[in-house]
């Protein structure tokens, strides 16, 4: 992620693709809203902040399935850690507060196997 704040696609550092995946933060779930080769944009449900200030590592991973076609599809699992760049908080519910993070991956993402 680069951080830009407006949304100005001219200066965004890599395309972002808009897809809802499920994505695993300290053990919680959470979705992504969108990703790039350099970082995720990811929604949580939590009641803990902390864990989400800025400049902080994140441990996570990426459950999605890979569609190639002419090949079947496959369940792929990614992992590694995203520095929080920005965070905000879109909602309080019952459950905790609503919060937007981004996500910069500073070194790339590992393949897992299933």
């Not at 929604?43 to 990426?62: H, M, N, Q, R, Y």
Request: aromatic share 4%; with cysteine.
């Amino acid at each position: 992620m680069t951080g830009t704040e407006k949304g100005d696609e001219c200066s965004r550092a890599s395309e972002r693709i808009d897809r809802e995946m499920q994505i695993m933060i300290y053990d919680q779930e959470a979705k992504t809203v969108n990703i790039s080769s350099k970082g995720v944009y990811l929604e949580v449900i939590t009641k803990d902040l902390e864990p989400f200030a800025l400049g902080l590592s994140i441990p996570i991973e990426i459950n999605t399935v890979t569609s190639i076609p002419g090949l079947t599809e496959r369940d792929v699992r990614l992992k590694g850690n995203g520095l929080v760049v920005r965070h905000e908080v879109k909602d309080i519910t019952g459950h905790g507060n609503r919060l937007r993070v981004a996500l910069e991956f500073k070194n790339r993402l590992q393949i897992l196997k299933n």
